[in-house]
């Protein structure tokens, strides 16, 4: 597992965009598998999305044609593309990843698990979304 840095949140009205970074440091972010999940005011963590090391991507249904995750591996960068933003998006976003080869399923289903259970969740960026 991997301790990345998030940054692009911010405070946005309904319909606009936000576009998420998480930067990885060190060798061989094209092997990771990554993710991003949110805790929404009160909750726990959910996921978001996830993306394999052969760029492979999954979704939660509520986010559906509306989020792009995306990756730069010569940056080593993971982005999330918000698009028409809804006040329910509004959360702490962070990103995990790990260099076991999952399928995005996987990857968004076990991430969060771990980085749960060993409470390794990086800073984070919030995101809110109003109406």
């Known amino acids: 597992q991997v301790q990345p840095g998030e940054s692009g949140g911010g405070s946005v009205r309904t319909g606009e965009s936000l576009t998420l970074s998480c930067v990885v440091p060190?060798?061989?972010?094209?092997?990771?598998?990554m993710a991003w999940y949110r805790k929404p005011p009160g909750k726990q963590h959910e996921g978001v999305a996830a993306?394999?090391?052969?760029?492979?991507?999954t979704y939660v249904d509520s986010v559906k044609g509306r989020f792009t995750i995306s990756r730069d591996n010569v940056r080593n960068t993971l982005y999330l593309q918000m698009n028409n933003l809804k006040p329910e998006d509004t959360g702490m976003y962070y990103c995990?990843?790990?260099?076991?080869?999952?399928?995005?399923?996987?990857?968004?289903?076990?991430?969060?698990?771990?980085?749960?259970?060993?409470?390794?969740w990086g800073r984070g960026t919030q995101v809110t979304v109003s109406s």
């Open positions: 995990a990843g790990d260099w076991i080869p999952y399928t995005p399923e996987q990857a968004l289903e076990t991430l969060g698990n771990w980085y749960a259970e060993n409470n390794s």
């Open positions: 060190g060798d061989n972010f094209g092997a990771l598998a």
């Open positions: 993306i394999d090391r052969d760029g492979g991507t």
